[in-house]
Every structure is written in structure tokens, then in C-alpha cells.
């Protein structure tokens, strides 16, 4: 081979390993970002309402004080069916401590396939069918799942877009259940 193109080669390599490690690195670091606490200071959510699969009316506000997963997602969706049965393990080891899902489903098919799709998964954490506003109010894209982990005060601290591992969800939520409540930080900083 000769020196020069050696050398294309090697640049030619060199820009395809800055572009896997570019798209490794922006897959992963919301991943690690969210299990090791770093970034996001919080971005404020618009309220929104919907009505769960149970007929129960349920808003953002309604849930203050509770540190929230807001996740978008679909039964057709594979990557969406793999992370269920570790967001429903940490729902049910955190619920009891301030922790709740909301399931946002972007399927176009009925309730009823949808809630089947629960029973069989055993998900028993909150689902409603998503609706124009809960999409616009949180910007989600066309990429499935899409999950916002929304502090107490019902600021959205980290975005996954794709798969959310049950490791830095565990990781995220055990970290924001042991910040204060909004309540508290008002208490102490008017007593201070």
C-alpha cells in the first residue's frame, strides 16, 4: 500500500471510530447521567390530565411530592416490552416511598388491547393512553419509549430516550426519593 493511501485509510478509519463512539457516547450518557446524578437541574413540565385504563382521572399536579416516570411507549414496541418488567420490579420497591409510573400508551388500538397487553406483562403500575396533550407537553419525538424522570416538585431531571435500564432507573429514583420534598425546602428555608 502506499503512503498516501495508507494514510486516507487511516483517516477514513479514524472518522468511523469518532462516529460509533459519538453515537455510543450519545446513547449511553443519558443512561449514566440519570444512575450517577449528573446534569440536569430540572426543566419545568406543563400540567397534564389524563384518564387511566382503570377510568381514574390523574394529572402531573396530582402527583407532586412523588418523584415520576413518565413513560411513553407502545405494545408493538420491542425495546418497550424489554424494559416494563424492570420498571414494574422498581415500582414495587419504591412505591411506598413517594415512587409512581405513569405508562403513557402510544398505541392506536383499543383500551382493551392494551390492558391485555398489562395482564399478560404483569405491569401493574398506572397506564393511560396517551393523548395530544401529553405528547406536546413533554416534546416527545416518534422514538419509542421515551421516559421523563420527573423530581417531586414535578421538574423532568433526565430524558432516556430508548431503552431505560432497571439499573440507572433504581439508581435515579433512589437518589431523588432522598432529596427533600418541595414542602421541606420551603419549611427550612423559611426557618433559616
Known sequence: MTSNKR??????????WIAVLGFVGYRIWPQAASAFGLGSGGVEVADVRVELLDGEAVSLSDLRGQVVLV???????????????GFQRVYEEYADQGFVILGLSTDRGSQRTVRDFLHEMGITYPVAMATAQSVNAFGAGNLLPTSYLLDRSGKARYTVKGFYTETALEQAVKRLLAEPAPEAQTESEVAG
Open 7 to 16: 494514510k486516507r485509510w487511516i483517516s477514513i478509519e479514524a472518522v468511523i
Open 71 to 85: 413513560n411513553f411507549w407502545a405494545t408493538w414496541c420491542p425495546p418497550c416490552r424489554l424494559e416494563m418488567p
